[in-house]
Structure formats: C-alpha cells, structure tokens
C-alpha cells in the first residue's frame, strides 16, 4: 500500500514516526498522524487545513489533544456514554490524577515491544487503511495527504472529535478539497 502514497502522504507518515520517536511514545497513533499532517506546507492536505482556519488554530487544537489525551484518549461519544449511566468522566480523570499525578491516563509511557522505531498504533493502521479506501471511493489510484486528512476525520475518536471541535468533519473537509460539486461524488478513475 505504501507505494501508493504521495509524496506529501510519505512525508506525513515519516514525520507522525518522528513526532512518535520525540514525544518518547512507544506506538504511532492517529494524533501523531494529524500533528505531522498539520506540518506539511503544498499539497492539497495543507490547502485545506489552512483554507478551515486550522493553521491559525493550531495551539488550540494542540490543547484540546493535550486534554484528550489527559483523559485517557476517551472519545466525546466515550463520556457521553459514560454520562449517560451516571459516570463522570472529568471527575474521574481528577480523582486519577489526584493519587497518581497529573496525566496518569496519558497512557503515554508504554514500552516499546522492540528497539527502534515506534510501531504503528492499531488505531494509526485503521488510518491508514480508511485513507486507502477513501481513494478509492474517489476514483484516485493514490493515497494522497488529503485521503489521510478525510480518513481522520472519520475515524471515530479524539482525533476526529477534536477536528469537528475546530469545523474539520468529512464533509467541510471535502469541500475545502473539491469544492461543492466534489462533495458525496465519486470521481472516475482516469
């Protein structure tokens, strides 16, 4: 699948490896994939996230996968759920930081299974294949940064959360990408 990717595809997913290898992570996730994607300058990925704003709105959406991550990488749909029998999740993180320290539940200091490069997170595969099947479903014979960009947004989670808190669903995301007339049409493979 690899030799699909685009140049700016390849960049992103070396560069989510990296983001990975810094932040001292044992497995590459999907956030690591969004931060690296939101790194990229060209590309039709980068058109977008500048075109939604989300280049200006950078630090915010760096807090809010701070925040995410803090509570353990619960989804919005994970604390509804929860909410929903009575469980408050904010309490719970709190009363967790409060005996084990603050970020307890960043789940961030796990071990590597081997020496070298992070793996990829069962969640960053996911990602990886949606990207895949979103180019398809386009008619594209490449998986290009803009099919990992989409593939986020639909994968759910705190990733995706995070990115419809800051107007990036699917749907604005396809119309930054191809205009109104791209929206829901599968383009023919040429």
């Given amino acids: 699948m690899f030799e699909r990717f685009t140049k700016d595809a390849r960049a992103t997913v070396t560069g989510a490896v990296a983001h990975a290898e810094r932040a001292g992570a044992g ?9 690296a994607l939101l790194d990229q300058d060209g590309g039709r990925a980068s058109f977008a996230v500048t075109a939604l704003g989300l280049t200006d709105r950078r630090e915010s959406l760096d807090a809010a996968l701070a925040e995410a991550r803090r509570r353990g990488g619960m989804s919005r749909a994970d604390a509804d759920a929860l909410a ?26 796990g071990r590597r299974r081997r020496a070298g490069r992070p793996a990829f997170s069962r ?10 099947r979103v180019a398809l479903g386009r008619g594209d014979r490449f998986i290009g940064g803009e099919h990992l ?20 669903t699917y749907g604005t995301v396809e119309r930054a990408l191809y205009g109104n007339g791209g929206a829901g049409q599968d383009r023919k493979a040429g």
Avoid: F, Y
Avoid at 89 to 100: D, K, P, Q, W, Y
Avoid at 149 to 168: K, N, Q, R, S, Y
């Fill in 84 to 109: 929903d029998i009575g469980i408050d999740l904010t309490a719970v993180v709190s009363r967790i930081e409060e005996a084990h320290g603050e970020g307890a539940l960043r789940g961030d200091g």
């Fill in 123 to 132: 969640e960053a595969k996911k990602v990886l294949e949606k990207s895949l």
């Fill in 27 to 35: 497995r590459v996730t999907g956030e690591h994939l969004l931060v």
């Fill in 149 to 168: 960009l989409l593939a986020l947004t639909v994968m759910p989670g705190p990733v995706a959360d995070v990115l419809a808190e800051h107007g990036a």
